[in-house]
C-alpha cells in the first residue's frame, strides 16, 4: 500500500493514519517551513524553531524528535500545541534542537515525532518552566543516546 500525505492549509504534512486516529502513539511527521515566532524560548536558554501546525489532530504534547533540516538529521524536543503558560491558545509546533545554534528561517523541516514525553501544562512562571525543559532535555537526550 502506497504511504501519502495530507497537506493542510498550512503547509503542514502528516500521514492520513495520523488524521484518523488521533490516539494512535508516536511517530508522528510534521513537515513545514520555519517561521519567526515570540523568541521566548531564546529568552529563557532553549531557543527553538517555529512552525504553525494547522488542523492536525496529533495530541497535544512534549515529544523527543528527529528532525531533517537542509538533509541534516538533528535531535531535539518538540512541544506540540497551545502554550498555557503564556496565554497563546493557537496551536504551534516549537522544537528545540540539542546541541544546534543556528538561524533556520524559511527552512523546510521535517519532524518524526518518536516519543511522547508528557502532556502539555501550565507552569506557574517561567522558571518553573525552564526546571522542566531542563528535565525534558534529559529524558530526549537519554531516550536518543542510541541513535
Known amino acids: 500500500m502506497a504511504s501519502q500525505r495530507i497537506e493542510t492549509k498550512n503547509n503542514i504534512e502528516t500521514p492520513p493514519a495520523v ?21 521566548r524560548g531564546r529568552e529563557l536558554g532553549f531557543p527553538t524553531v517555529n512552525m504553525k ?33 503564556f496565554n497563546v491558545k493557537d496551536p504551534r509546533c516549537e522544537v528545540h534542537l540539542l546541541d544546534y545554534n543556528g538561524d533556520l528561517y524559511n527552512e523546510r523541516v521535517e ?7 508528557r502532556q502539555v ?23 536518543l543516546k542510541n541513535l
Do not use: C, M, W
Request: net charge positive; hydrophobic share 45%.
Open 111 to 117: 519532524l518524526n515525532l518518536l516519543k511522547l514525553l
Open 19 to 39: 488524521a484518523a486516529a488521533a490516539v494512535l502513539n508516536p511517530p508522528f511527521y510534521i513537515a513545514g517551513k520555519v517561521q519567526e515566532g515570540d523568541k
Open 121 to 143: 501544562k501550565k507552569f506557574h512562571d517561567s522558571q518553573e518552566l525552564v526546571l522542566q525543559l531542563k528535565e525534558d532535555e534529559k529524558a530526549a537526550r537519554h531516550f
Open 53 to 85: 501546525i494547522g488542523n492536525l489532530t496529533i495530541p497535544y504534547g512534549v515529544y523527543v524528535v528527529l528532525a531533517k533540516i537542509k538533509e541534516r538529521i538533528l535531535k531535539g524536543i518538540a512541544h506540540v500545541g497551545i502554550v498555557e503558560t
